[in-house]
Each structure stands twice: as structure tokens, then as C-alpha cells.
């Protein structure tokens, strides 16, 4: 159902924007006819541009992962009431963004500060693409304003660290190839019995495994002799081979998220991702380039400017 609907959500998509692109069309003829007013033909050309634009971005998403649930970590850096005020903001800009989306959210862990704020918070993310989406936001996050912590009413520089990892489903589909399976069968050892060394009871099985992410091959060797019964026997041997699998799928998993974790940044000067000036009003990704000067607007979630600069220029990158 899931693959079903993810196909649907593409040709849903695409003819939207078939439709958008051949209503401009119609409504330029339109506009050479008088029928229409220019700004009823702007106002078509700004549909198809933001219809075209959020396929283009999706299209950014093909990893395996995107398509996850997230978990996102906020930890205050150094700084006291003023950098776990700002880690509390952060929360709160992430949160009201995930409501526009219509993701669900739960807080699975809640540390405050001392006076104010927070000091740290676990947010878990449930909705399509939720991680393809705020994986641009693994970094540091620089705020720079008038605190209204200080007696003197001085700039300070505040820092706090987001931190993304995928929500991974419980499930890991476990696929074994007939075709690359062989037999073997032998008479197993032991201290006496009516079948030991009359019956052909143990097995022998041989998988021959590549690894879809290395390209690396590995004969699986398993030996089941656990039982009397050359079928049980079989199963279990069986059995075994797919927990194998799904270690190795897992350890891959596994891997990735570390590959995630090892890319933080200690929260401090110069490796911040995004610089948030409040009284300069002015918010600048330092990846990107990308900057707004609407600072109360993504305090309040709106992101996707930063997002979809992020996923334009480095998507393409992490594909390969």
C-alpha cells in the first residue's frame, strides 16, 4: 500500500502540474484576446511555478531513507539561560513547522533549564518525507540578538546544536533467493542412536550472497544437525540464513546513522550552519548562501526556503 500510494502521490503531482502549465497556455492566448488580465495571467504563472517547483523538490528526495520519520535532537551550547532560551526557540520554530507540514509529533524527552528555556529535548517526527526534508537541518544554529538576559542590553551570541537521524521502521523485509541456495546433506556425528550415522539427517546449506550496497560476495555456510528430521532440520538452517540476512541489513543501517553522527559539530564558534541576526534582521545559511529577512516568519516555521536551497545544491551530491 505504501508503494501504491507513493506512485500515486507522483502521477497525482505530475498531472497537476500538466494542468497548471496548460491552463497558462490557454490563458496567455487569453490575454493576446483581451478575455483576461494580466494579473489573472500572473497569478496562473505563479501556480505552475510553485506546482513545478514542489515536484522539482521532491524529486530531490530518492533516497531510501527520506522517505522516513525523524528523530530531532536540540541541545543548548555553552551560554547558560541564553543558549537554552535559544535551544527552547528552536524547538518551537521546528514544532510549528511540522504542524504546517501535518506531521505528527510527540516530545519523547524534555530537559529544561535552570531559569528558562532548555537544555535539551528528543522530538520524534512521523510523516512522508519527513526526514528527506529536515536532514538540511543537522548542524549548529547561531543566534545573535539584544538579550533580554542581560542587565546591560548586550549583544550576545548564543549556539545551539540540532541533530537529525532517520526514525527507522521495525521491519526489515528479509529476502532469500531460491536460485542462489544449494544443499547438502550428511549423517551427523554424536554418541550412539537408531539414525546416527544411518540416516542422512544433517544438512549443509550454502547461500551465495552479494552485498547490495558493496557489490562484495560471500558464500553463507550454515550447518543444522539440531534435530532428527532432515525437513526440521532444513527449516532451522533456514531459519538461521534469514536472521543472518537481517543482521547484515541491519548492521548496514547501522552504519549509515553513524555515518550521520560522526558529521555533528561541536557547538561553538565557526561551525555553526545557520546564522540567526535579530536585530540585524537576517537569517543567513552559511552552506547555501540562502538568506531571508523575514526572521520573524521562520521563527515561526516557515523553513522551506532553507530546506529546498539545501536539497537543490547538495541532494545530487548524496545520491552518488
Not at 29 to 42: A, C, R, S, T, Y
Not at 289 to 316: H, N
Amino acid at each position: 500500500m505504501k508503494k501504491v500510494s507513493d506512485i500515486r502521490s507522483w502521477i497525482t503531482g505530475y498531472n497537476d502540474v500538466a494542468s497548471a502549465v496548460e491552463e497558462l497556455a490557454v490563458g496567455f492566448d487569453f490575454v493576446k484576446e483581451g478575455l483576461i488580465e494580466e494579473p489573472e495571467l500572473d497569478a496562473l504563472y505563479a501556480r505552475a511555478m510553485e506546482l513545478t517547483e514542489a515536484l522539482e523538490l521532491k524529486n530531490m528526495l530518492r533516497r531510501e531513507e527520506d522517505k522516513l520519520g525523524v528523530v530531532l535532537k536540540i541541545n543548548s551550547g555553552a551560554g547558560g539561560t541564553e543558549s537554552q532560551d535559544w535551544a527552547e526557540m528552536l524547538m518551537r520554530m521546528y514544532l510549528r513547522w511540522c504542524e504546517k507540514k501535518g506531521y505528527k509529533t510527540s516530545v519523547a524527552n524534555l530537559l529544561e533549564g535552570d531559569e528558562a528555556g532548555i537544555k535539551s529535548c528528543t522530538v520524534n517526527v512521523e510523516g512522508d518525507f519527513a526526514y528527506g526534508y529536515l536532514k538540511s537541518e543537522n548542524g549548529v544554529h547561531r543566534l545573535v540578538r539584544v538579550s533580554p538576559y542581560n542587565a546591560q542590553g548586550k549583544r550576545m551570541t548564543s549556539f545551539a546544536s540540532v541533530f537529525v537521524t532517520p526514525l527507522v521502521d521495525d521491519t526489515i523485509e528479509v529476502k532469500v533467493e531460491p536460485a542462489l541456495l544449494s544443499w547438502d546433506t550428511f549423517r551427523s556425528g554424536g554418541a550412539g542412536g537408531q539414525n546416527v550415522n544411518k540416516v542422512e539427517s544433517g544438512v549443509r546449506l550454502r547461500y551465495q550472497f552479494t552485498d547490495p550496497y558493496t557489490g562484495e560476495k560471500e558464500e553463507i555456510l550454515i550447518e543444522n544437525t539440531e534435530t532428527r528430521d532432515q525437513p526440521k532440520n532444513k527449516e532451522n538452517a533456514l531459519r538461521q540464513l534469514r536472521s543472518i540476512l537481517y543482521d547484515k541489513e541491519l548492521q548496514h543501517r547501522l552504519a549509515e546513522q553513524a555515518k550521520v553522527e560522526a558529521g555533528k559539530m561541536k557547538i561553538e564558534w565557526g561551525s555553526q550552519i545557520r546564522s540567526y541576526v535579530f536585530d540585524d534582521r537576517r537569517v543567513k545559511d552559511h552552506r547555501t548562501g540562502y538568506q531571508t529577512s523575514d526572521v520573524g516568519g521562520v521563527m515561526d516555521g516557515d523553513l522551506d526556503g532553507f530546506i529546498k536551497a539545501y536539497l537543490m545544491e547538495f541532494a545530487g551530491a548524496q545520491e552518488e
